[in-house]
């Protein structure tokens, strides 16, 4: 149950980011709309600023969703493009740009480790599995290992959210990735 009320608290965090933005949203609005009390938020979380570090899990849970909504009949280069396509149409759709750039740049001048790039998450694993089946189907390149495709790939991913951030969500980021990214990946083909 422990783990419901914090996915609880994160789901409402993010939903009001999103709704009244970061900066707007007080400790006592998450705790309000996760119907929780103040306790129980600072027995999960040291402060509000705490709940971004929680980005990377919002986005685990997609990657999770969509690893049973993919066709097994898709070939490897076309189940990475889908998972760009579908993980950026949400952070089009439920991230706030602003956030998202202030969460990269924060990233930038971090000592500590990003979440975001914690080798262990879902995201990653997810990758190296699509990609060990793409290299030994010969779907993928063999001039690069697993790992330097995941490293490639996750950085053409935040070389996109990037550009959509400094343009101020202006286009749209699905739209955008659906189109761009498959030339920028066509190192990724055999």
């Known amino acids: 149950m422990a783990s419901g009320i914090r996915e609880k608290i994160i ?11 970061y900066g707007e949203t007080t400790i006592n609005d998450i705790i309000r709309k996760a119907d929780i009390s103040k306790g129980t938020f600072y027995y999960y979380f040291r402060s509000k600023d705490n709940m971004l570090d929680t980005l990377s899990e919002i986005l685990d849970r997609e990657y999770e969703k969509l690893e049973s909504r993919i066709p097994a009949d898709m070939n490897s280069f076309e189940k990475l493009m889908l998972i760009n396509y579908e993980v950026h149409s ?31 998450r879902f995201y990653f694993r997810f990758l190296e599995q699509i990609m060990n089946e793409g290299s030994k189907k010969g779907e993928l390149t ?22 959509w951030c400094m343009n101020n969500g202006s286009y749209s980021l699905g739209e955008y990735s659906r189109e761009l990214f498959p030339k920028m990946m066509l190192a990724l083909k055999k």
């Open 11 to 21: 789901d409402a965090a993010w939903e009001l980011f999103r709704e009244k933005g």
């Open 142 to 163: 063999d001039d690069m290992t697993v790992t330097e495709m995941v490293k490639f790939f996750g950085f053409g991913e935040r070389a996109l959210i990037t550009d």
């Open 90 to 120: 949400f952070i089009e759709k439920n991230i706030d740009y602003r956030l998202l750039a202030y969460l990269y740049s924060a990233q930038i001048i971090k000592e500590n480790n990003s979440s975001l790039l914690d080798r262990n």
